[in-house]
């Protein structure tokens, strides 16, 4: 005798993306790349966005390895005209954009505010808060054109949600992006689009290397230890979340910032 039908308030909601199509920013590194491939794990069709195209060939491979399609789209988030004209190649390839992460990020500087620049100032804004606003633009204009709308997820960081102790510009300029994105979220919700963001910290990804690397008094010996999980979060745990986010079992999350932090804003 076959097992009974679980009951129907007993079914999950699907993580199968098959059919789909994701659009990655940040996909040549760290969490963008992570978020490339587990939408691709999980069925879908995935264009890889990033300033540094080539860099985006290895990712590229790996997800036409496993039966899905990729685009490699080299463009600059800062500049609106590539940002839209990246959307619309994805458009032109696969006829729609369901799920967009927007991970393209720049770490700004590890040192107090008074000696901080103004051009460090303006590429950190630049990059990590004029480039999602580019982002969501293009892709919500697409999404509110289509069937089905969609869901964007943005990746702040939980320099976004509390005080930066090292980097006062790069903290100011993902408090931006959670306030972009619940607003944008208010906005849209009834027009089928949902915005999320999560919130990471101390990721092993080559940007966290880089500003281990640039403390004033030297990289600290056990850097994971300052978290409450006592290690660093792999770039995979935040692109699960990312990707959960955009599943259907999410289609209550708007707005809602979702720390994957190793416990950082816990404290
Ligand atoms: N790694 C961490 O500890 C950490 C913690 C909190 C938040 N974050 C955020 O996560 C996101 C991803 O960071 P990561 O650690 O994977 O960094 P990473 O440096 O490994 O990757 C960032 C990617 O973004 C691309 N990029 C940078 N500027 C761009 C631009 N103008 N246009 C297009 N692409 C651009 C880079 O080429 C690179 O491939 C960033 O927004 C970062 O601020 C990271």
Known sequence: M???????????PSMDFTGQVAFVTGAASGIGRATALAFAAAGADVALVDRDGPACTPVHAQIRAMGR????????????????DAVAATVARWGRLDCAANAAGVEGATRPLLEEDDALYDRTMDVNV????????????QMLHQPGGGSIVNVASGAGLVGSARSAV????????????????LQYARQGIRVN??????????????????????????????????????PQEIASGIVWLSSPGAASAI???????AGFTAA
Do not use: N
């Open 197 to 234: 963001v999560v919130c990471p910290s101390g990721v092993q990804t080559p940007m966290a290397e880089r500003i281990i690397a640039s403390f004033p008094d030297g990289p600290p010996s056990a850097a994971g230890a300052r978290y409450p999980l006592g290690r660093y979060s792999t």
């Open 69 to 84: 399609d990729a685009l490699v789209l080299a463009c600059d988030v800062t500049q609106a005209g590539p940002v839209r």
């Open 2 to 12: 076959s097992a009974a039908a679980a009951p129907f308030d007993a079914v999950l």
């Open 255 to 261: 707005g809602s910032v979702l720390a994957i932090d």
């Open 130 to 141: 004029r480039g999602v606003w580019h982002c969501m633009r293009a892709q919500m204009t």
């Open 170 to 185: 790069y903290g100011a300029s993902k408090h931006a992006v959670v306030g972009l994105s619940r607003s944008a979220a």
